[in-house]
């Protein structure tokens, strides 16, 4: 049973097109985030949400936008896709304040 | 700017060997400090947490935290191929304890 899931796992598409990603956990915590990782490999904090209050919000375009419907589930939309935006988003959680994140297994997104 | 920083390496060990990982930081007010392994096309695992100075260890793996000295080491003993990934050092931010501010990774070889 997968502690934080996400779908899908590839993505490929075409630069305009507006996509979405999902990504649920079952841990009973109340943090999730949502991270890009490019092909530098720096892992780059996008969004988080603590029992569905946004917490942090980086500087990120405006075109891409975190929903969380629950505690159990984040979303991403990201609309007019870039070829920048190429790249692996993961979700992760986290329990208690100062405490470690549980990573799900990355959705790679390609943008042509 | 708060900053994690890492030598990117590679650090290429024998097989045996004790491979040593090291991370300084920036926040003199973080308390908590993490090691995460991350295989290619995989995403990040967590391997170690410590939130005190001094020693902590798991099997095969011992992480130091000298706050002091601010950094955070993370030694391998007898390294095996399998251990060959890129490792991720983490620390929290103080002023936002749900965030975590990470280094760019060591990649770590480790040949039979």
């Known amino acids: 049973d997968t502690a934080v899931s996400q779908t899908p796992k590839y993505l490929v598409t075409q630069m305009g097109n507006d996509k979405s990603i999902k990504c649920e956990q079952n841990l009973g915590h109340d943090t999730m985030y949502w991270y890009k990782q490019d092909s530098k490999k720096f892992l780059k904090i996008m969004f988080s949400y603590n029992n569905k209050e946004l917490i942090i919000n980086e500087t990120v375009p405006n075109r891409f936008s975190p929903k969380s419907p629950d505690k159990a589930h984040l979303n991403l939309h990201i609309n007019s896709l870039e070829l920048g935006d190429s790249a692996v988003y993961f979700c992760?959680?986290?329990?208690?304040?100062?405490?470690?994140?549980?990573f799900g297994p990355g959705t790679r997104l390609t943008v042509l | 700017q708060k900053e994690v920083e890492q030598n990117s390496g590679p650090l290429s060990v024998p097989e045996g060997a004790i491979a040593s990982l090291n991370c300084t930081y920036s926040d003199r007010g973080s308390q908590s400090f993490f090691w995460y392994r991350q295989y290619s096309g995989k995403s990040p695992e967590l391997i170690m947490s410590i939130y005190s100075n001094g020693d902590k260890e798991d099997g095969r793996f011992t992480a130091q935290l000298n706050k002091a000295s601010q950094y955070v080491s993370l030694l391998i003993r007898d390294s095996q191929p399998s251990d060959s990934a890129t490792y991720l050092c983490a620390v929290d931010n103080a002023g936002n304890n749900r965030k975590l501010i990470w280094g760019l990774g060591t990649s770590l070889a480790v040949n039979p």
């Open positions: 992760a959680t986290s329990g208690l304040a100062n405490s470690e994140q549980f």
